[in-house]
C-alpha cells in the first residue's frame, strides 16, 4: 500500500482478496477492489465467479483481466497468477516484497497516462531482473 500511495496507477486493479479488507481501510474511497473477504456480497454481480477463473488459472483467466479492463494487479507473491503475469510479455513487475507484488499491464501505444508511464519505467524494489545471455550468431 505505501508503494501504490507514493507511485499512483491509474486504471482497475485486480487484487487477492486476502489484501481487499486492507485496501478498503487504508485506500477508500479513492480505491476500489475487485475482491475482499466478503465473496458473498461479490456473487451477486458475478465477480466472485470471475476472481475465482483468474486465481484458479482457468483458461479465460487472462481474458477475465481484460473484460475488467484490468491494468494492474496487487498479488500474493508466490501465486499462480503472480508467476503466470511474470512470463507474460503484455505485463510488467513494477513492485516485489516479501509477500506481495504488482504488475502492470505493459502499452504499446503513446498515450500511456504519466502515472501508469512511470509505474512501467520503475524498476521493482527488491527485484533485480536477471541478465539475459548474449545471442549466439548461428
Not at 475482491?35 to 466472485?48: L, N, S, T
Not at 494492474?72 to 516485489?96: F, G, I, M
Not at 524498476?123 to 541478465?131: A, G, I, L, V, Y
Request: charged content about 25%; overall charge positive.
Amino acid at each position: 500500500v505505501q508503494y501504490l500511495n507514493s507511485h499512483p496507477i491509474p486504471g482497475h486493479m485486480f487484487n487477492d482478496s486476502r489484501f481487499g479488507g486492507y485496501l478498503v481501510w487504508a485506500r477508500a474511497p479513492q480505491h476500489k477492489v475487485f475482491m475482499d473477504g466478503r465473496g458473498y456480497i461479490y456473487e451477486r454481480a458475478g465477480v466472485f465467479t470471475s476472481y475465482v477463473d483468474v486465481v484458479d488459472l482457468k483458461p479465460e483467466a487472462l481474458a477475465v483481466l481484460k473484460m475488467y479492463r484490468i491494468h494492474d494487479c496487487l498479488l500474493e507473491r508466490h501465486s499462480a497468477v503472480a508467476t503466470l503475469l511474470k512470463a507474460d510479455p503484455n505485463w510488467k513487475q513494477v513492485y516485489q516484497d516479501t509477500v506481495s507484488t504488482i504488475f502492470v499491464r505493459r502499452k504499446t501505444n503513446s498515450t500511456l497516462s504519466p502515472g501508469l508511464s512511470a509505474a512501467l519505467k520503475a524498476q521493482p524494489k527488491h527485484h533485480r531482473e536477471p541478465e539475459r545471455p548474449a545471442r549466439q550468431a548461428e
